[in-house]
């Protein structure tokens, strides 16, 4: 239709068109692959239409880069906007939010932080760098976390291992976990049973 309504602005009396048969799977290939190229499609209709292509069709990488002639980087970009919680998808979809803020708020591993980043978005019209600024603050806020625990839980394994002269592993973190105690003969299992019991 639109090579029709091409046709008929240019003036020409005839369409200029390829002809060829087409079995119903192919069709449907071809359709999607009409849909991917489109220019209206919202980020998100954009993304599953390349999906659909992969998951349903098994085209690969290469092939989706021959037909939409996006990079590499461009694609990996568009479908990874399909990890986001769907709440935040609807809003790129309805264009209250952009594809660049998708990306920057995929920094953020928690699911309700990405919610609340999003509300900012809309409420406070927060820009993408923006958004990634705040991603690099969280994140380097969460390393230190990390890193003060591991502190600590080395701190208890030195402590351990001083007090029962043998190698302490500790598995997990402040909150749970699971401490394994080596011993290389059953004296040393037994002396290990003993200075527990002392402390």
Known sequence: ERRWRAAQIAGLVKVPIILFEADDKKTFELAIMENVQRQDLNPIEEALAIKELIENYNFTQEEIINVTGKKRTRIVNILRILDLPQEIQLLIAEEKISRGHGLALLSFADKSK??????????????????????????ASNNTKIQSKDIYIENIVKILETKLGSKVKIKGNSINGKIEIEYTSLANLILSYFSLLQH
């Open 114 to 139: 990405i919610i609340e980043i999003a509300k900012e978005i809309v409420n406070k019209d927060l820009s993408v760098r923006q958004i990634e600024k705040l991603g690099k603050e969280s994140k």
